[in-house]
């Protein structure tokens, strides 16, 4: 190996400048080429790339979103569109890639080695959480962090005119997000998707927190969950079913993917990036790295994109405890 390409594709988020850093600085430390891809697989398609050495990459570990742009690349769904990926990489003569994004990339990238023999190993970026085989995904720690300011700050206003806020947050199909700022923000109710609580048992545990002394309320809504049919018809039903609710609703959106990562994700993002080089180094390819109980390691990227990891469901328990 003596060239590596780098790309960031799918939803941004905050840690893939670290991320992109520590491979670039990482191919110098070992004194290898690195190139940058821009726009995810769209990039490859069209041969966008650019050469990256140890300072180009510098005072970015400190900045959101991705020097290297993002993209969901329909073309590269395609066979055609791989095809002419492959051919740009042979000829800026590319002898391995490393993906950073969520499992959209990774299917992309399984795909893409299978046909064309170039070895890929994923880096887990997205703000999901989302993705098996890691405890932790690049951004998912700066969302949640994002999505409790946000939440502190509409507590003041709920409290101020004792109203009820249902605030929805990000996580596709995934409780994650709404899981973990849920208990961080000290939500009264927490839906996900993957725990299907009812209409009633809200309504009972609002009624409950009512009669209890509580002037206001928050309830974090995944953006996944399908208890309501979205998060503004859930508060009209409220709203419909306990009047006494001048109910309101945030939609925190696209707020979650941004700003500058927290420590925690730039340290998550340095270490599995300089592990995935070492490891493409190594010869390994089409794999994952991933964290596991605080350790880097890898996985095939097969059993990656097989599983869903598994939310934990005391946190709702915990969580209903908390808001007695
Ligand atoms: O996967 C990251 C994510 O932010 C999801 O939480 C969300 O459902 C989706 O991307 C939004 O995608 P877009 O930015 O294309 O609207």
Same mark, same amino acid.
């Given at each position: 190996?003596?060239?590596? %390409?780098?790309?960031?594709?799918? =939803?941004?988020?905050?840690?893939? @400048?670290?991320? !992109?850093? +520590? $491979? ?108 098996? %085989?890691?405890?932790?995904?690049? =951004?998912?720690?700066?969302?949640? @962090?994002?999505? !409790?300011? +946000? $939440? ?173």
């Amino acid at each position: 190996i003596k060239r590596i %390409g780098v790309m960031t594709s799918g =939803g941004d988020s905050p840690g893939m @400048n670290a991320a !992109i850093r +520590a $491979v670039v600085r990482a191919c110098a430390y070992y004194r290898i080429e690195c190139v940058g891809f821009m726009m995810g697989f769209q990039g490859m398609i069209d041969g966008e790339y650019i050469e990256l050495n140890a300072r180009s990459v510098r005072n970015i570990i400190n900045l959101g979103g991705t020097i290297l742009k993002s993209a969901r690349s329909k073309e590269f769904r395609t066979k055609e569109g791989r095809a002419k990926a492959a051919a740009h990489l042979k000829e800026a003569n590319v002898d391995a890639m490393i993906l950073i994004g969520g499992d959209g990339t990774f299917k992309g990238g399984q795909i893409f080695s299978e046909e064309h023999d170039i070895p890929v190993i994923g880096v887990p970026g997205t703000i999901d959480n989302d993705i098996f %085989g890691t405890h932790y995904t690049i =951004g998912y720690d700066t969302a949640l @962090n994002t999505v !409790i300011d +946000a $939440v502190d700050k509409i507590r003041d206003t709920a409290s101020s005119h004792n109203r009820l806020f249902f605030v929805e947050v990000m996580g596709r199909d995934a409780g994650f997000i709404a899981l973990n700022s849920g208990i961080g923000a000290g939500a009264e109710e927490i839906l996900i998707p993957e725990e299907d609580l009812g209409l009633d048992r809200l309504l009972n545990s609002l009624e409950r927190s009512r009669r209890s002394g509580k002037t206001s309320s928050i309830v974090i809504v995944s953006e996944g969950d399908k208890i309501g049919k979205n998060v503004f018809e859930l508060a009209a039903y409220v709203k419909e079913n306990l009047p006494y609710y001048d109910a309101k609703v945030t939609v925190l959106g696209h707020i979650q993917r941004g700003g500058s990562p927290t420590c925690f994700d730039r340290v998550l993002a340095s270490r599995l990036c300089v592990k995935a080089v070492e490891l493409a180094l190594d010869g390994q390819r089409d794999i994952m790295v991933g964290m596991m109980n605080n350790e880097i390691q890898a996985i095939e990227l097969e059993k990656a994109l097989k599983s869903k990891p598994t939310i934990n469901k005391d946190l709702l328990r915990i969580s209903d405890i908390l808001s007695v």
